[in-house]
């Protein structure tokens, strides 16, 4: 059972959900950098033909004029239909023909909002749960687990702004959809966990600022109620917000997810009390408090079970420097959320992310020898695929690269979370390193001719 700690499997609904036209969408479409900095600002030519299928009409557009011709591709598209006659699960489809992706090195160096949307043929179509979840769902009923966690897309049951009341807003055919997909993951023996929120902010809630207004916490209320009058008597638990702090800290202060918009004055105030992170986050623990009590009073299952998933990494200061900075960010993203809404939280989620040890447990003897390998790895100078873009300051930016760097691998000691972070180590903890460095040798390679000694060092 699940009364007190289990493993579930999560999706959200912008990474798996297709047919829908979302800010995450949009967003990966909206790449204005140029490739080449004395080009005029312009999308990618590499994703002119992926781009291609994400037009409004659902029709395929020839890429660039200027570029050379391609070789052209046949695919079957799919039509678009009725939400009703996608409900019973009616498809049509018509064959077209495509320009074939250009070379992938050919515009290497750009960096696109949502990679993933530029490297693969036709990203629009995500993992096709909506129109095909069973394929999901029997990958998650094989690895064992027993609660199958997925979300609800805000904007595919209000694809507008519900200025002219809710009547001529509410896409109920979607909430019949999202039934049906209820009744087959129960079909599968799995118990469903329900997210309402899950990093996807409409459109046209972004538009106007989102979480920053406190009328987003209405507009949301309002989502919140359609969602737990037609699919309450088919949920087992309810996730209100899957990492709020997450949310607000790309969205609002990074401006690196869609929806935030942030200027210079919201970045640099992002740590007072007074800053847009903590007002997002407000409004946010304020809608989760509604949300707790109407899935509490209006639920068809009774008691509901209700609460939140969190991410709850640690960050540690690798020198001095770095312990201001690491006190504010734990002190921002670890606790305050948790503790506002500390009285209408059910069970807490925490989401997990990480390699998975195939013998169930993983040992001393398994660190150590993965401490060898990584050391190993060191000191023959291999290197390995780095698919995230870094700048001059060596700070990391969200968007992807579609082909990778090769970075050597780091002398790190990964068992104790401390990182080397090239050129971003301060004097004083390089010098106090250099001074113990000598007192505490690190552990030694084992000879190529017995990889099985493993040589520990005197810490």
């Known amino acids: 059972g699940e009364d007190e700690f289990f493993f579930g499997l999560a999706t959200a609904p912008a ?45 395929s557009h020839q890429a660039s004029a ?18 009703e006659a996608m409900i019973i699960g009616y498809q049509k489809y018509i064959e077209v023909e495509e320009p074939a992706p250009k070379d992938e090195h050919s515009c290497h160096e750009h960096s696109h909002h949502v990679a993933a949307s530029h490297n693969v043929p036709h990203p629009e179509e995500r993992l096709r749960f909506w129109s095909d979840p069973d394929t999901e769902l029997k990958l998650a009923k094989n690895t064992g687990i027993t609660v199958f966690r ?5 904007s595919r049951v209000f694809p507008k702004e519900p200025t002219d009341g809710l009547k001529d807003t509410v896409n109920f055919a979607a909430l019949e959809r999202y039934r049906w997909i209820l009744h087959r993951v129960h079909s599968y023996g799995m118990k469903v966990m329900l997210t309402l929120f899950h990093h996807s902010l409409p459109p046209w809630a972004g538009d106007y600022g989102g979480w920053k207004l406190e009328k987003t916490v209405d507009y949301f209320m309002d989502f919140t109620r359609h969602v737990v009058d037609n699919l309450s008597d088919l949920v087992d638990y309810w996730v209100t917000f899957n990492e709020p702090h997450i949310f607000c800290m790309l969205t609002y202060t990074a401006g690196a997810w869609p929806g935030g918009h942030p200027d210079m004055l919201e970045v640099a105030t992002s740590t007072l009390p007074t800053s847009v992170f903590n007002q997002t986050m407000h409004w946010m623990a304020v809608a ?39 006190t504010v960010a734990n002190s921002l ?17 925490l989401n997990y992310y990480g390699q998975v040890a195939t013998t169930g447990k993983i040992t001393r003897q398994d660190r150590q020898w993965a401490w ?31 082909v990778p760097t090769w970075r050597p691998y780091v002398d790190q000691d990964w068992r104790f979370g401390h990182y080397e972070m090239e050129e971003l180590q301060d004097p004083l903890s390089r010098f106090w390193r250099s001074i113990r460095g000598p007192f505490f040798p690190r552990m030694k390679i084992a000879p190529e001719d017995d990889p099985e000694v493993l040589l520990a060092s005197s810490i």
């Not at 969408?25 to 299928?53: I, N, Y």
């Not at 009285?343 to 989620?349: A, N, R, S, V």
Request: aromatic letters at 10%; a negative charge; hydrophobic letters at 35%.
């Open 288 to 326: 989760h408090s509604k949300a707790y009590d109407y899935i509490h009073e209006h639920s068809a299952l009774s008691p509901p079970i209700v609460g939140v998933a969190y991410n709850v990494s640690f960050t540690r200061p690798y020198g001095l420097f770095d312990v201001a900075a690491v």
């Open 372 to 402: 060898y390998e990584l050391r190993k790895a060191v000191k023959e100078k291999r290197t390995r695929p780095f698919y995230r873009e870094v700048n001059k300051q060596g700070l990391m930016s969200a968007g992807g690269l579609d």
């Open 66 to 83: 200027v570029e050379p011709k391609r070789k052209m591709l046949k695919r079957m598209k799919s039509q678009r239909i009725s939400m």
């Open 333 to 349: 993203t670890l606790y305050p959320y948790l503790d506002s809404i500390c009285g209408k939280m059910d069970f807490i989620g």
């Open 15 to 59: 990474h798996v959900e297709d047919n829908l036209n979302d800010a995450w969408l949009q967003f990966a479409e909206d790449d204005e950098a140029p490739c080449e900095a004395s080009e005029p600002r312009q999308p990618c030519q590499m994703a002119d033909a992926v781009l291609a299928s994400f037009a409004g009409d659902g029709t």
């Open 150 to 154: 997925m979300g609800v897309d805000w």
